[in-house]
């Protein structure tokens, strides 16, 4: 895994690091299961203080594409798009579930959902 940081840049070093692993896993170059270095390994690695990986991380693990096993290490849980599938699923059968409650056709519901879009 390579990741860099640039000191000069207007992006803080956590979001760099949060971005650049996140483009990984998207690209599949981190693959579900691969085990992450940890906090302080990376730290180290790229000169960082141990808390900016580790907010890098905590946010990768917001976002569902990181997963901390306590001791075991940090691992890659899934590709930004199965994660985006899911969320994207949940979100339409909340909203499914809304309209039919509202009284809303299936035709009345799609023309709400274009016009958020």
């Keep these: 895994m390579i990741i860099t940081v640039d000191p000069a840049a207007t992006r803080p070093p956590y979001e760099q690091v949060r971005g650049q692993v996140e483009q990984l896993i998207r690209r599949g170059e981190l693959a579900q299961g691969t085990r992450l270095p ?3 390994q990376l730290a180290g690695d790229l000169g960082l203080a141990v808390n900016t990986v580790a907010r890098a991380y ?3 693990e917001a976002d569902r594409l990181i ?5 075991n290490g940090t691992f890659v ?3 930004r798009s199965e994660v985006d599938d899911e969320e994207t699923r949940a979100a ?3 909203f499914a579930r809304a309209a ?4 809303l056709s299936l ?9 958020a879009w």
Aim: charged fraction near 40%.
């Design 100 to 103: 039919r409650r509202a009284g």
């Design 92 to 94: 339409a059968t909340v």
């Design 77 to 79: 849980l899934a590709s």
């Design 107 to 115: 035709a009345e519901a799609s023309r709400v959902l274009d016009e």
């Design 38 to 40: 940890t906090v302080r």
């Design 67 to 71: 997963e901390t096993r306590g001791r």
């Design 58 to 60: 905590k946010e990768l």
